[in-house]
């Protein structure tokens, strides 16, 4: 076979066409792909020239889309794909490669031109009249795939995009480390609620990597794409591949590992993949909706290879945070918005970005009915509903059983007589969260609590709010904050 690639990047050239006929099988290949095609990686891109445009524009046709998920499936985000017409002159026999060398398949007798023209009559000889090189647009490419790649311009701006506040500010601190210095921190699992932005921080993670590191090789994608790659893999028998598409990276960033559960093949193929990039100090950065705690299902091999690195807690937003992404969503959609009025609605808003989101849409298109800037009540009634129906319904047995989870303690320990410190503490705390986040009056909660007197509850409120002024450690918490023991009970409740 005659497909020439240029030597110095013919590794990249050749994965790609090996990639290519694992997925559209050899005979497919053959029939669409002339014998004297050449395939180079040039610059950062993947050009395939053909020695007329017949057969040019028939294989950008036919498979200009699996050639781009071929491409996207070794590099691990889109490229782009330009098909052109090559000048006799360029042939240079000396840089073949072997006809092994495509998925270890040899192929048939050369294919004629004349015997593609046959197939091409039932496709569209119009084609022929097209002459200049092709490009591939982002809307050709595999828009239906699932690997989480932003376009360029998103890639610039995520680094950007993401606000820095406390629920947040140990997940960024090690985001920076990861960058300055990729595999020191390895694996990286962020956990978090739903809308905490642990995603944003994964990909603005594997952005900078590309772009300050000049990283070529890092793969970010769902986790269900790599259990249905591993799948596909088993049943054509292209392991291989896929191994070498998670393991031969520089980067591997996987988002909701959750899924994982339950899937014992895939959960000891990643294990396996942990193991060959763990140890030849790669970066690997991960993200799931609960705590290490909780995905014990993955199996203690796993979840110990998860704890040997580090493991970081994303809250969900507090109200600063909440703020300062509503002013820039507002500002981004060129609303004018009062800085009261933003501080009043993300007082009231969930802490998920997404909602956020919602909200600054919903009022830009309020907005458009209006010459003047949205006062409050105007923004209030637009967004009335959309924030109402976040807020999750907390009931006092809810914290309950959040406070004595955090604190190790029996259910119902918060209802006994006990006074020591190990359970009064983590019971005032208590006490405190459910004047915040139920409508219960001072004598219900008192009553849920071991029929004790309203003036029971008040007076533990006002600890509670003592020991927030000053910071305070809990004895009972172990050296934990009073700030850091809400923060967590109110993410697990996603409140706050």
Not at 402 to 427: D, I, Y
Request: charged share 25%.
């Amino acid at each position: 076979m005659a497909h020439d690639v240029n030597h110095s990047e013919m590794d990249v050239a050749a994965q790609v066409r090996s990639a290519l006929v694992d997925t559209i099988s050899p005979e497919r290949y053959e029939l669409w792909i002339a014998e004297d095609t050449q395939w180079s990686w040039i610059d950062g891109a993947l050009r395939i020239d053909f020695k007329n445009d017949f057969t040019c524009q028939l294989a950008k046709r036919m498979l200009s889309k699996d050639i781009s998920a071929a491409v996207q499936g070794v590099m691990g985000c889109a490229v782009d794909v330009y098909f052109d017409v090559r000048p006799k002159s360029k042939t240079s026999p000396s840089t073949e490669i072997p006809s092994a060398d495509i998925g270890g398949i040899r192929r048939s007798e050369p294919r004629s031109v004349s015997a593609l023209s046959t197939v091409a009559q039932a496709d569209d000889l119009r084609l022929a009249k097209q002459a200049s090189p092709q490009r591939l647009q982002p809307s050709q490419r595999l828009q239906e795939s699932q690997h989480l790649q932003p376009t360029p311009r998103q890639q610039n701006e995520l680094w950007e995009q993401f606000v820095q506040g406390p629920s947040n500010q140990l997940a960024w601190t090690t985001a920076n480390l990861i960058v300055s210095e990729p595999g020191r921190l390895s694996p990286l699992v962020l956990h978090g609620p739903n809308g905490c932005g642990k995603s944003l921080l994964a990909a603005s993670v594997a952005e900078r990597l590309r772009t300050v590191k000049r990283m070529r090789r890092v793969v970010h994608m769902s986790s269900e794409q790599f259990t249905n790659d591993f799948m596909e893999g088993l049943r054509g028998g292209g392991l291989p591949m896929f191994r070498r598409k998670y393991r031969d990276v520089e980067a591997l960033i996987l988002d909701d590992i959750q899924f994982f559960v339950g899937k014992k093949s895939t959960i000891g193929e990643l294990k396996h993949t942990l193991d060959n990039l763990l140890k030849a100090g790669k970066q690997v950065v991960l993200t799931a909706d609960r705590s290490i705690g909780d995905l014990q299902a993955l199996g203690s091999d796993v979840v110990g290879r998860l704890r040997s690195g580090m493991v970081t807690p994303i809250f969900p937003l507090d109200e600063g945070t909440r703020a300062e992404v509503l002013t820039r969503l507002f500002t981004a959609a060129g609303l004018r918005i009062e800085p009261d009025i933003v501080s009043q609605i993300a007082s009231r808003a969930a802490g998920d970005g997404r909602v956020l989101s919602g909200i600054a849409k919903r009022l830009m298109a309020v907005s458009s009915l209006h010459a003047q800037a949205l006062n409050w009540e105007q923004c209030w009634n637009a967004v009335y509903d959309l924030v109402q129906s976040t807020q999750p319904v907390v009931r006092i047995a809810d914290i309950e059983r959040a406070v004595c989870s955090m604190f190790g303690l029996e259910p119902e320990s918060l209802q006994s007589a006990n006074k020591t410190r190990s359970v009064s503490q983590p019971r005032m705390l208590a006490m405190f969260l459910s004047r915040k986040y139920t409508p219960a009056a001072y004598k219900e909660i008192g009553e849920y609590f071991g029929k004790r007197r309203h003036s029971t509850v008040i007076s533990a409120e006002k600890t509670v709010s003592g020991w927030l002024s000053e910071d305070t450690q809990l004895q009972a918490g172990r050296g934990l904050t009073i700030r850091d023991a809400i923060r967590r009970v109110e993410a697990e409740l996603q409140v706050g």
